[in-house]
């Protein structure tokens, strides 16, 4: 049995047998309520059905966080069924972009994309196609599209309770940490709003005069230092979410160090999701997953996927993050946000370019045994 695009396409499009699991009696899993969290528009059908396929992934802190909708996680997963490729592309949340609010744009980091799509209330003039339950996913799947230049199939959010919970009832995961780095800056859940031993005066005086890290930085009780060492080791839940977290490293920090990072947990989690010892955890993976788990895939979709003739373990899993410093430079927006913009006037086609070249290149499949 495999586990496929409810599980591991939360990571890496690994395990193609939800639709197992869907079709036979665990339809109540799916549907506690009367809906489906894998609603969404109808799959066109295509005359080639080993044509890539694009998973959009997304990744955030949920309700009871400050900004608990914006995406720590952007990446797109690119699978070519014909060469057995799967690129797993980060992009970075300080992306500039603008968003498709109103005839005019409304610009906004990326990571912003999936927050506002979901959020009527605060958005009500929202173009209906940016409305709803699946408000959010379609919003952040038009942006990804325009940044990249690729089409984006399907689109997955998940909160990092759901991961937390995944994470320990595969009793952790053995990640090959790329370098070694320490986070100063690490915020400490629950102590946003510490004053760290200043009056309201003095906070009201910062406030006013510094903004951003520099502000931040004024309150050393908010925040932990984390250190990880270079190398393979096994991680709890709330360790692998510092390690895919953390962006202020002294070395290697940033968003770019980050989507790395979060690519080296994608690649244990998959591994571990078809390790033979964990099969007989699927069933309380499955429920977990649904409960923390939004997604267009459609039903519909399932048995052409699960028809794709290759298993997990065969795919070339290669990461792509676009940290090259011809793409970007960084800038500050009129509003004083720090944010990434495309390092020339032609917009995103230099990125556009330099994804075509990466998703061409070695495009021979791999031999099997």
Known sequence: MRLSLILSAIFVLSCLSTYYLLSNSHQDLLNPAGQSPLGGATATPTPDPLRPITLLILGYAGANHDGGYLTDTVILAHLNPRTLQLHLISLPRDLWITLPLSPQGYPAKINHAYAIGRDDQKYPAKPEAFTGQSGGLSLAKVVVSQVTGLPVDYALAVNFDGFR???????????????????????VAGHEQDTCGFTPEDVATLSAALKGEALEHQFPCRFETLHFDAGRQTLDADQALKFVRSRHALNGGGDFGRGLRQQALLKSLQASLIRPANLGKL??????????????????A????????????????????????????????QDGQYILVPANDSGFTAIQAYLKTALTANPSPIKKN
Do not use: M
């Open 165 to 187: 919970r995944i994470i320990n009832l595969l009793g952790g995961l053995a990640i090959d940490v790329p370098y070694a780095f320490t986070d100063p800056w690490y915020p």
């Open 283 to 300: 069933p309380q993976l499955f429920t977990t997953v649904i409960q923390h788990l939004q997604t267009d895939i459609p039903l519909l």
């Open 302 to 333: 399932l048995p052409d996927l699960l028809a794709l003739p290759f298993k997990p373990q065969d795919l070339n899993v290669a990461s792509l993050t676009l940290d090259q410093a011809n793409l970007f430079r960084q800038t500050v927006s």
